[in-house]
């Protein structure tokens, strides 16, 4: 296993995607280079040998899963309810919380092992609803993973809850005022990159077809 500075990787507020599952598999990022434009990890997959196969699967899950809202990430100051962060990186505290709470069975360092069980000590901070879809006895979400559409439609539900709102009853539009629609559009379109302005409207359409939103 190499040496890595823990603190320096878990401490921070946010990672790139490739940082945290070369991480998970107990490999330094610094061993890896940089683009010239400070912002892209030039992984060579061969480099990592045997853990190649862990680590693309690994990049699969965290890239499916980090628009996925988990209820157990929304008090924490930021926006949203899933890991991810802007320009393919990761919020550092809730993917450790993700890792400890989905249980992805994925064998860790015994130092992030360590830092995730100190982390949890923190009982607010891994309040679960019991009302949560991904935490509903029964239903195992490891065995498949959301569609787009899917991933759309539930974070804009997870969105007006957030605001205080109830899906089935969203405020009557008024004259001169902005929409709750609009509101939640523009959020979205300035921090996620999971909707195009066309996306969003045609995910808001399908919520009102299907009775989700009224």
Do not use: C
């Given at each position: 296993?190499?040496?890595?500075?823990w603190?320096?990787w878990?401490?921070?507020?946010?990672?790139?995607?490739?940082?945290?599952?070369?991480l998970?598999?107990?490999?330094?990022?610094?061993?890896?280079?940089?683009?010239?434009?400070?912002?892209?990890?030039?992984?060579?997959?061969?480099?990592?040998?045997s853990m190649q196969?862990?680590?693309?699967?690994?990049?699969?899950?965290?890239?499916?899963?980090?628009?996925?809202?988990?209820e157990?990430?929304?008090?924490?100051?930021?926006?949203?309810?899933y890991?991810?962060?802007?320009?393919?990186?990761?919020?550092?505290?809730?993917?450790?919380?993700?890792?400890?709470?989905?249980?992805?069975?994925?064998?860790?360092?015994?130092?992030?092992?360590?830092?995730?069980?100190?982390l949890?000590?923190?009982?607010?901070?891994?309040?679960v609803?019991?009302?949560?879809?991904?935490v509903?006895?029964?239903?195992?979400?490891?065995?498949?993973?959301?569609?787009?559409?899917?991933?759309?439609?539930?974070?804009?539900?997870?969105?007006?809850?957030?605001?205080?709102?109830?899906?089935?009853?969203?405020?009557?539009?008024?004259?001169?005022?902005?929409?709750?629609?609009?509101d939640?559009?523009?959020?979205?379109?300035?921090?996620?990159?999971?909707?195009?302005?066309?996306?969003?409207d045609?995910?808001?359409?399908?919520?009102?077809?299907?009775?989700?939103?009224?």
């Open positions: 296993m190499e040496k890595i500075d603190d320096y878990l401490k921070r507020k946010s990672l790139f995607e490739i940082e945290v599952a070369l998970t598999l107990g490999l330094d990022p610094e061993n890896h280079q940089i683009d010239y434009l400070g912002d892209h990890y030039l992984v060579d997959i061969s480099a990592l040998k196969k862990d680590y693309i699967k690994r990049m699969t899950f965290i890239k499916d899963y980090r628009f996925t809202p988990y157990y990430m929304v008090n924490d100051g930021e926006w949203g309810d890991f991810s962060a802007n320009n393919g990186k990761v919020l550092v505290k809730r993917f450790l919380l993700w890792l400890k709470n989905e249980d992805m069975g994925w064998t860790l360092p015994k130092e992030l092992q360590a830092y995730i069980e100190k949890n000590n923190n009982p607010k901070a891994l309040e609803k019991a009302n949560s879809p991904e509903i006895k029964g239903e195992n979400i490891l065995n498949r993973v959301q569609s787009k559409q899917e991933q759309q439609d539930t974070a804009i539900l997870s969105r007006i809850k957030l605001l205080g709102h109830d899906p089935l009853s969203l405020p009557k539009e008024k004259s001169g005022k902005r929409t709750i629609k609009a939640i559009r523009n959020y979205f379109l300035g921090n996620s990159q999971m909707f195009t302005y066309h996306a969003f045609n995910a808001w359409k399908r919520l009102k077809e299907e009775g989700k939103i009224n």
